[in-house]
């Protein structure tokens, strides 16, 4: 079995806002007015941020991740495929994860096939090709209605798996997507096609999906406790009912790494960009201050029985992400991972204890972090936490699942 | 007053009846989705007095099934004539508020010989340029996880009128009731999120051909349908006078706030 998977993801965040920006604005999502995007500052941001994720692939991580986001401060990348081409040519080695296309936001998923499928081609079989159905603000932004984006987001994953698997020309008899001639030129590299990711929370009926047509499982859930481990027992045993076996990297989660020489130094270099990610990036997202788009009775995707269990079981009052007040109260939500390499070590060995998952996704850069303070970051996380990971995830996995254990990890673990 | 739940073609349909006489269709939206299921309004008690009131819920509401992938004003028409065959019910004079109107209005102009009279009340349904129909939708999404200050104030005159404050308050309220709520929006998803935005272009052309008696009624500061649409159906339907009723000092759910106005208007075209 391989050891864990280290992936370093980019939100691509917006960081010059204004400095009173938290207490003059109600969003950063949706209607945060882009008169506060400055031209001439911003200018070569981009190409950075592409950069950082370059650098990941050079210093050993083995992929980067990109994601769609429209209309906010929080996510530059409306088209991650665009991101994904600059990488495709820039770097020889690592998966590139598009985490992924917002499917109901396209007109057509045809054309999703076809610009994967030349991605796989321009980087040479390295792509992950990731599927999401958007959330609250992606309804908003597109005037995507929510309650049937679900179906549609299902009926377009089925049609992009077959466009890249059954032979062309053919007729897809979709509810939503009718077309006479699918038939895509070029076809992926991989085969029978690129990995695919769907990002999804504890949905019984999405990890279903998931189990059914072999796809791996994102969760998408940004704190990491009990929550983390009952999701990956819950993947675990839906796949079971399909008659699969868990295996770690059919999984993977999402978290924030700041690592510094020492405790003090993470912290001191990482506060401005972590505490403008928390109060500026998240409001709208994650944070009760403000309106919070992603999820709720305006967004009404999910069927009402299961809305009726939400509210029977959720406290509307109950701090989310952005609302965290102070260190301590970071610590606990294991979302946002501060500190020293040893520290950083220790916190992802205890997460991977409990919810033993064979795929991390690692932001490395918060809000408006200083950049080279990115890379150190990065490069201490690269050269002395990613080796004893991987080393400590082999013990995990054999001894959490000793009938995949091969023979190398067996002697590893001796 | 009673509740029941009819079988339809391949479906079911909640509907809650009140009073005696002939028949009057009423059609909820969402500020009064709570009136269509065990409490009747003062405003369709007031309704009940001269005609048998009958509210069937819309799809995917207190029990009536959804529509599923179908999301066209088609499909809701179908709904409501398999309803109405279900009830066997001819012809009728029909009521309806916000997308409710919409439905009345799309009945009316589709089979005019069937509505004895139309009222609509803060109807949504026409594309008027320039005067957007509300974002019902960002407005459903608490501030601070449980402040409902700005849909109250879409929905009403004013974000502390005791109505508002009783159907909308400030914290997660009564499961059922929230339930409903969420029912009514997820209809509003399937129908109107998206052009068209809880309208149909090609309405305001169609209202010629019904030319019952009409009334259109609208409060004065409507948050939700600009009083320009009640305007505009004022004058595509002929038998409304060529004038709405503002209602002064009233907010979009203008039936909830001034029942007895509302009841008076909608009875002038009752025969």
Redesign the interface.
């Known amino acids: 079995m391989n050891p864990v998977e280290l992936y370093c993801w980019h939100f691509m965040s917006y960081p010059y806002l204004p400095k009173d920006f938290d207490e003059k604005y109600d969003t950063g999502w949706v209607t945060v007015p882009n008169e506060l995007w400055d031209r001439e500052r911003s200018r070569g941001l981009l190409r950075e941020y592409t950069d950082q994720l370059v650098y990941a692939s050079e210093i050993g991580f083995d992929g980067m991740v990109l994601n769609e986001h429209h209309q906010n401060i929080y996510g530059l990348m409306p088209s991650p495929n665009i991101i994904a081409a600059a990488l495709a040519h820039a770097t020889k080695r690592g998966k590139i994860v598009v985490l992924g296309n917002l499917l109901p936001l396209h007109m057509n998923p045809l054309r999703v096939a076809e610009e994967y499928a030349m991605l796989d081609n321009l980087c040479d079989g390295r792509l992950v090709a990731g599927f999401a159905p958007g959330s609250g603000p992606e309804t908003f932004n597109y005037d995507v209605p929510s309650a049937p984006s679900r179906d549609q987001f299902w009926e377009a994953v089925d049609l992009i798996r077959e466009a890249w698997t059954r032979p062309g020309p053919f007729a897809y008899e979709g509810a939503h997507y009718p077309l006479r001639y699918v038939n895509p030129w070029p076809l992926p590299t991989q085969r029978p096609h690129p990995p695919i990711w769907i990002p999804a929370g504890r949905s019984k009926g999405t990890l279903r999906e998931i189990a059914k047509h072999g796809y791996s499982y994102f969760l998408s859930s940004r704190s990491h406790g009990s929550a983390t481990a009952k999701s990956q027992q819950l993947f675990e045993k839906t796949l079971g009912e399909y008659g699969q076996q868990y295996a770690p990297h059919r999984m993977g989660i999402l978290m924030s790494v700041v690592v510094g020489e020492t405790d003090a130094e993470a912290r001191e270099q990482g506060k401005e960009g972590i505490w403008y990610f928390l109060r500026n990036c998240l409001k709208g997202h994650q944070r009760r201050e403000g309106r919070q788009l992603t999820y709720g009775p305006g967004v009404p995707y999910i069927p009402s029985e299961e809305w009726r269990d939400f509210l029977s079981s959720t406290d509307p009052t109950t701090p989310l992400l952005g609302d965290t007040e102070d260190w301590d109260d970071l610590q606990t939500s294991q979302s946002i991972l501060v500190g020293s390499p040893d520290t950083i070590y220790e916190r992802i060995v205890g997460i991977l204890e409990s919810a033993p998952v064979g795929n991390l996704l690692l932001q490395f850069h918060l809000g408006n972090m200083n950049f080279e303070f990115t890379r150190k970051s990065m490069k201490l996380f690269a050269e002395q936490v990613a080796p004893r990971l991987r080393e400590a995830s082999l013990k995990i996995y054999a001894r959490r699942f000793p009938h995949l254990t091969s023979a190398g990890v067996a002697e590893l673990v001796k | 007053m009673s509740a029941r739940l009819i079988e339809i073609h391949n479906a079911h349909v909640a509907v809650v009846e009140a009073g005696a006489g002939a028949p009057l269709i009423y059609l909820h939206g969402f500020a009064d989705v709570h009136a269509c299921m065990d409490e009747l309004q003062p405003f369709h008690r007031l309704l009940a007095k001269r005609r048998h009131v009958i509210a069937p819920a819309l799809p ?1 509401v207190n029990g009536s099934d959804e529509l599923g ?1 179908s ?1 066209t004003v088609d499909d809701m028409m179908f709904r409501l004539l398999q309803t109405l065959d279900a009830l066997g019910l001819q012809d009728f004079d029909l009521v309806g508020h916000c997308s409710g109107g919409w439905f009345a209005a799309e009945f009316a102009v589709r089979f005019p010989e069937r509505v004895k009279s139309l009222s609509l009340i803060g109807a949504s349904g026409l594309f008027v340029r320039g005067a957007l129909i509300g ?12 402040d409902y200050k700005s849909l109250r104030k879409m929905l009403f005159s004013s974000s502390d009128h005791p109505v508002a404050r009783r159907y909308y308050p400030d914290i ?1 309220g009564d ?1 059922d009731v ?2 409903r ?3 009514m ?3 509003g ?2 129908l109107g ?3 068209p ?1 809880f309208y149909n272009r090609s309405l305001i052309d169609r209202l010629y051909r019904a030319k019952m008696p009409a009334r259109i009624i609208t409060g004065e500061s409507d948050g939700m349908v600009p009083v320009v649409h009640a305007q505009a159906y004022a004058s595509g339907l002929s038998g409304s006078g060529g004038k709405p009723v503002i209602i002064k000092g009233a907010g979009h759910a203008v039936h909830l706030e001034a029942p007895e106005m509302v009841a008076e208007a909608v009875s002038e075209v009752l025969r």
């Open positions: 995917g992938d999301t974002d019902v939708f960002m407005n459903a999404q608490p501030e601070r996880g449980v997660r499961v929230e339930v709520r969420y029912q929006l997820r209809f998803s399937f999120f998206r052009p935005y």
